[in-house]
């Protein structure tokens, strides 16, 4: 591999040679920007290389850093949500310091690249999603999203997923040395918890559902408790116990900017301190538990240095400290998942003699767990470093410089966990759900647990370490009215993570050309020629090439006088890009699993044993992503912008086994190979207004950005019915049975059975009450064949974004809605135990409040209750599929800045600001938050305020 790597090299640098020999240099070539607002001049981030606006020919969309701090977030990348047309960010947890959503570049082309496999690169070089949620938003200079393949087709074989380009603060050459601090405090508070039902309600409706399956009824007298003070017949409200209704958060960071023309520098400190929800964790000592705590310390220090007039160093050097704290006897799904399934009526917090109450049922006081059982804690470090060159070698030909750059990123987490355990006890009961009393008229208990005297382990540690490497050559030349630019880079890179035996290395040569004529018509190729370690020799490397071309119309004569439009391009780009997975490695390989051995000697020992498992394929390659993309940009009267893309993908050698039977008696099974086909298609637009008067200024931009799959090829079983393939729909395309209504009495004939006509279910016998389906092939049973599919899946395809603002004598107003369209959520898979009441001794919520009776036949809303699970209603239908879009009003933000006058003139800026976050949702979901669907620790909203100084 090394060898061909050197090969490579030597071509390539030959041929770059001699493109670039013999020229004759020019003035830098700029556009006019007398009509044109000046952005067009602006450079791109395009991650491996910077291009001015204008010349670009890819569908890139820049986020300024600014605009992040606009929201007060834990993790970095909730800062993005609806911000960047093309990306999708999914919410997921709100727990502090576990908050990790999942990115998306224009949706979704193969079922096998999840999110957050899109490369994200941090000052030019590639890290892991990790390394970005602690960075701070104040040390962000800019955001940009690569998304066709002209602009990702030099990350060859990784750019298949998308890129995501972040920019952190340099230096700049001042007067003064700038000095920067801001500081804020806020308030959350949870947004939306599932709402269960009171200790009376669940003893009632329990009953209810006792009859229904045939059962006398549990609780003689439900009105015992409607009382809040009766530990026999408790009425706990779980959550108001759990949950304060707020808690605080805070930021403060200091920044210091300044240099010269021969060293400029940026450094930053940021400290960060989160809060959780949990109530009086500490009540009886802080070493048995905790809130949920999360604290993080940012330092970073960014150096240019000319070292002399023709040799330029860059070092960027960051490090991140990040310490959680959470209660040691539930993780926060386990917590929120029995907040949701432990009926009120089920015991008391502390019983009457003041031991913690119980249940050998639920055996979860989460009160007891919170208060009394440890602390689990983590300690993450991550460690960022670059370092790269600039040399020019005007001496050799004009335009021309030498370039390179190594990067050493690294994180470690380590876990530690103190527990201690007590014992808790359970009231016993009669038949008449009255406490049994001893001949002392005390009430008798039933011990659970033991208790433990303290104990601190490590638990745990996890690793990931990045290191790449490049070397190459940059060329800018003017000849006459023709400019070309172009890069030659060679890159190597090696990744290692906890859990792995061998390192991800990739290794290849990335380069471009773009060509301009009279700032009119621009060409540009770009490619990598690129392998990867994990395939068979002879088939590691492919060439992954892009054309791009544009045409700046409003330069031509027929425009350039125009009044109304100051700036317009045409855009198109043609090209690919691939895709590996960590889940398809060395598929070349012949592998052997774990077999049941044999059994040898007289005293009968076993042996293990290994069989064939996954048999080889020496031709696994990636997969490739073609992609066509058309865009145009526009200004018009100087005040209007608009930038709209339509892009059409086809992925191809997408990793599947073929659908085919192999006998038992062969021992193996059939391999991967890349036949896997989904088209992927879209538009994206930006529309934005902006107002410049003199003392009152504002703007209006709006995004909006759309993207639909099919699967065009898969391997799948033989149906019946086109309906039930998974080709000719979107991946993960909810389907299910057709819901039509509830079986009513008049179903059914006197001794149970279902009258003649009526459909039967192949999953359950079937009562009144119970889901009813449509029989969508006549045969009068209810299967897998009556199924269909319906909406879309989890994932939206519309993506929408609203920004507006203004600046008025030193006030400023910003506001940000967020809107997801074309979303489909799933309640049987999302919400399980929220539509399920009395299952597995489950809780019951407000879901279940209308549920099927004789009385209620013609207005119930979910199925008869039963303490029985019953297969007939657990069936993916369209009964449990829901509208998934909403509207969040993201973020919201008053400030004003003080007149400089009297000693306020020692200072550059005073700002002080008013911050929402989240503040508003519309269209809340069955009572549920419609992101996460209240499922996990909760969401939460913010209010903060805090001030900027400058001086």
């Known amino acids: ?79 993005l949500q609806g911000r960047i047309p093309g990306l999708t960010v999914v919410t997921g ?62 990350f060859g074989l990784k ?31 949870l947004i939306n ?25 549990k609780y003689p007298n439900p009105e015992l408790y409607k009382a809040t003070n009766d530990p026999i017949h408790p009425n706990v409200d779980w959550y108001n116990q759990m949950l304060n209704n707020s808690s605080a958060i805070q930021d403060y960071n200091l920044s210091f900017r300044g240099g010269t023309k021969t060293a400029r520098y940026f450094v930053l400190m940021d400290y960060e301190n989160y809060t959780g929800l949990y109530k009086n964790a500490t009540a009886i000592d802080k070493d048995f538990g905790t809130n949920a705590k999360y604290n993080k310390f940012n330092l970073r220090a960014n150096v240019e240095i000319n070292l002399s007039k023709n040799l330029l160093v860059t070092t960027n050097i960051s490090g991140v400290t990040e310490d959680r704290n959470t209660p040691s006897g539930f993780t926060a799904s386990q917590l929120f998942n029995n907040l949701m399934m432990l009926p009120s009526a089920a015991f008391p917090v502390k019983n009457p ?75 016993t009961k009669d038949a008449n759900d009255m406490a049994v009393l001893d001949d002392s008229g005390n009430v008798v208990y039933k011990t659970i647990g033991t208790n433990s005297p303290g104990s601190s382990t490590d638990v745990g540690t996890q690793h990931w370490n990045r290191n790449t490497s490049r070397l190459g050559f940059n060329y800018d030349r003017n000849f006459g009215k023709s400019t070309i630019t172009g890069v030659l880079l060679g890159n190597r890179q090696s990744y290692l993570h906890n859990g792995q035996y061998y390192a991800v290395r990739t290794q290849g040569l990335s380069t471009n050309i773009t060509y301009d004529y009279s700032q009119k018509y621009v060409v540009d190729f770009s ?176 995004t909006v950005s759309f993207a639909r799959n099919k699967i065009i090829q898969k391997s799948e079983n033989a149906q019946p019915f086109s309906r039930l393939y998974q080709a000719g729909y979107a991946i993960g395309q909810e389907k299910g049975l057709v819901f039509d209504g509830f079986y009513q009495e008049a179903d059914f004939n006197p001794d149970g059975s279902l009258k003649s006509g009526i459909a039967s279910s192949s999953f359950a016998n079937v009562k009144p009450g119970d889901i009813k389906y449509k029989d969508l092939d006549g045969n009068g049973i209810i299967n897998q064949y009556d199924m269909k599919p319906f909406g879309y899946n989890n994932v939206p395809e519309i993506t929408l974004g609203l920004n507006l603002g203004f600046n008025y004598k030193g006030f400023d107003f910003n506001a940000f809605v967020q809107g997801v369209m074309n979303r489909t959520v799933n309640l049987l898979t999302t919400a399980y135990n929220y539509t399920h009441p009395f299952v597995n001794n489950n809780n019951i919520t407000v879901f279940s409040a209308n549920s099927w009776t004789p009385e209620t036949a013609q207005t119930a809303t979910t199925p008869r209750l039963s303490t029985l699970s019953n297969a007939n209603n657990n069936q993916p239908s369209n009964f449990w599929l829901r509208n998934g879009n909403f509207f969040k009003l993201r973020s919201i933000e008053l400030g004003y800045t003080l007149p400089q006058k009297g000693a306020l003139k020692k200072f550059n800026s005073i700002r002080l600001f008013v911050n929402g976050t989240d503040l508003f949702t519309f269209n809340k979901i069955d009572g549920l938050e419609p992101e996460n669907l209240s499922m996990g620790y909760p969401l939460t909203k913010v209010v903060n305020f805090g001030f900027n100084m400058k001086f």
């Not at 310091?97 to 590639?126: A, C, K």
């Not at 470090?381 to 190594?406: C, H, M």
């Not at 990867?532 to 054309?547: I, N, Q």
């Open 1 to 79: 591999m090394i060898i061909q790597y050197k090969k490579i090299w030597g071509l390539a640098v030959a041929f770059f040679s001699l493109v670039t020999a013999n020229a004759q240099l020019s003035e830098s070539h700029k556009i006019d920007s007398s009509k044109a607002d000046s952005s067009i001049n602006n450079l791109v981030d395009l991650g491996l290389r910077k291009e001015k606006a204008w010349r670009t020919t890819g569908a890139t969309f820049t986020l300024q850093g600014k605009e992040l701090t606009q929201m007060f977030k834990g993790n970095l990348l909730n800062t």
């Open 93 to 154: 947890s709100g727990e502090p310091g576990y908050d990790n959503p999942t990115l998306y570049v224009r949706g979704q082309s193969s079922w096998n690249i999840q999110g957050n496999q899109l490369v994200v690169l941090l000052d030019g070089f590639q890290v892991d999603l990790s390394a970005l949620s602690a960075l701070s938003s104040n040390e962000i200079e800019s955001v940009t999203l690569l998304k066709d393949a002209a602009a990702t087709a030099m």
């Open 159 to 189: 750019g298949g997923a998308g890129v995501l380009s972040i920019r952190t603060k340099v230096g700049k050459v001042l007067p003064k040395n700038e000095l920067v601090l801001n500081a804020r405090y806020g308030v959350q508070s």
């Open 193 to 217: 918890h599932p709402e269960v039902m009171d200790a009376y309600n669940y003893t009632t409706f329990y009953n209810q559902a006792l009859v229904n399956d045939g059962f006398l009824p």
């Open 353 to 427: 003699n003041g031991t913690w109450g119980n249940s050998s049922v639920y055996n979860f006081n989460p009160v007891e767990l919170l208060q009394q059982n440890g602390i689990y804690s983590s300690h993450t470090r991550t460690l960022q470093t670059d370092f790269s060159f600039k040399q020019k070698l005007d001496a050799i030909t004009k335009g021309l410089n030498f370039i390179g750059g190594v990067s050493f990123n690294n994180q470690y987490a380590g876990y530690y966990q103190t527990l201690f355990q007590v014992k808790s006890y359970e009231i």
């Open 527 to 702: 490619g990598a020629y690129m392998g990867s370690a994990d395939f068979a020799p002879g088939h590691r490397y492919g060439l992954f090439p892009a054309v791009g071309i544009a045409w700046i119309a409003s330069k031509e004569d027929f425009l350039k006088n125009s009044n109304a439009i100051n700036y317009l391009k045409v855009r198109a780009s043609y090209g690919s890009t691939g895709n590996i997975n960590e889940n398809y490695r060395f598929l070349y390989e012949e592998m052997a699993n774990g077999a049941n051995g044999w059994i040898v000697g007289s005293s009968n020992t076993s042996k293990g044993g290994k069989a064939i498992g996954q048999m080889a394929n020496a031709n696994a390659s990636w997969e490739l992503k073609t992609t066509f993309n058309v865009g145009i940009d526009l200004q018009l009267w100087k005040n209007l912008s608009a930038t709209i893309d339509a892009f059409s993908e086809k992925r191809t050698g997408i990793f599947q086994i073929p659908s085919a039977d192999v006998p038992d008696f062969t021992g193996f099974s059939l391999p991967y190979i890349n036949s896997g086909i989904v088209q992927n298609k879209g538009i994206e637009a930006v529309l934005g207004y902006k107002s410049n008067g003199e003392s009152f200024q504002y703007h209006v931009n709006g």
